[in-house]
């Protein structure tokens, strides 16, 4: 079960590290205007039919890609939590223990 555990958190992690760099990398495009278009115009959530997906330009895309890269790395930052809560919650716990209470530590490594 902990060999399971562990490849789940290895691949939310190393997607949390994908999503991130892609959201990164169109966030700077975007900011830098570095990604040039006309035509038509991502509106966001609100404004989007999935029927004009193919006639978006490519700052469309790229605003595209980049607001749905930031709802999936939302979501798996939150599962990346609830897979570690118990070892957040032990390291927590041991940092606010008192000095005299030091020796009391628990190990966390294997939560």
């Known amino acids: 079960m902990k060999k399971i555990k562990f490849k ?3 691949g939310i992690d190393i997607a949390m590290i994908v999503v991130f ?3 990164m990398f ?3 495009a975007m900011f830098f205007s570095l990604v ?5 115009m991502y509106g966001g959530a609100g404004g989007f039919n999935v029927l004009n997906i193919t006639e978006l330009s490519a700052k469309a895309w790229c605003r595209f890609i980049h607001d749905w890269s930031g709802i ?4 798996l930052i939150l599962f990346h939590l609830i897979l570690n809560w118990n070892t957040l919650c032990c390291y927590l716990r041991n940092s606010f223990k008192s000095s005299r209470n030091k020796k009391e530590e628990v190990s966390c490594e294997n939560i």
């Open 8 to 10: 789940i958190k290895l």
């Open 21 to 23: 760099l892609v959201n």
């Open 26 to 28: 169109t966030g700077f």
């Open 36 to 40: 040039a278009g006309g035509g038509r």
């Open 72 to 75: 999936i790395i939302v979501v």
